[in-house]
């Protein structure tokens, strides 16, 4: 039997180098991620500071190139990736890393990251990059916004607390105010009839005055009486001194009097206590005389 001689076309060739280069593609971020797995191993257990000693001696890896691929593990190796996942390259998945999980599972799912260079693919991380960032400074400046808002109610409601304290206090003086002012007038009121009483007295006539006080008693009256006729009558130096005491009695009566009636008029509250005590002295005076018969 003859050998079959095959034709190997270029279209066999360029077929043959598409499939090994899918197994390649594949098994290098599989395998991308199991060295991953190990590193993360690896860096729990090697001593601290003596981690990038330790990859350029066993595995000839940098610190970055390590942290990459601990990166890929713990990114695609821990969690449920979508079916288009398998169709990336290790590139790709480095790139992608830049975005959040959910940002970067819908590039995946699209298909927009596998139809793109690993260029085009890092360019357009780094777009949805800078736009996450800024409607991440936007929420946290709205965030700001709302807290001084919040800040703002406070400091009003406790604006409006002092407000209302203030007019509470505000009624509370216009009340004593009022309270205050009819006092002054009560005391107005009273110091005006005050006045127009102690007018009326002034306007009374002297004699009229005179009258309102007590007069002696009528004992001592005719005492009085009875003494002026012995002293006309009897030449006895006694009864001449006594003479001269009476008419000084009669005298300090008469000024005692008249002082009676300024109190009246000058010192009304005080009037009733002085008259009463000069009736006392009269009524003591006309026991004495009494007592003397």
Known sequence: MSDIEIVRTEEVIAAEIRVIKEQTRVAVLSGAIEIGRRLAEAKAIVPHGQWGAWLEENVDYSERTAQNLMRVFEEYGKKPNPPAFADLSYSKALALLGLPWEERSELIESGAAESMTTRELEAEVKRMREEIDRRQMRIEELLEVEAEKDALRV????????????????????????????????????????????EKERAKPPETRIE???????AVEEELTRLREIAAHAPNAAIVRLRAGYERLLQEFQAVTALLNEVQRDAPEDYAQYRAALRLAAERMAQALGETQ
């Open 212 to 218: 309102t006080v007590e007069m002696l008693p009528a």
């Open 155 to 198: 400091e009003l409601e406790g604006v409006r607390e002092d407000i209302q304290i203030a007019k509470e206090r505000e009624e509370k003086i216009k009340k004593s105010e009022e309270a205050f002012r009819r006092d002054v007038d009560s005391l107005r009121k009273s110091n005006m009839e005050l006045e127009a009483e102690l």
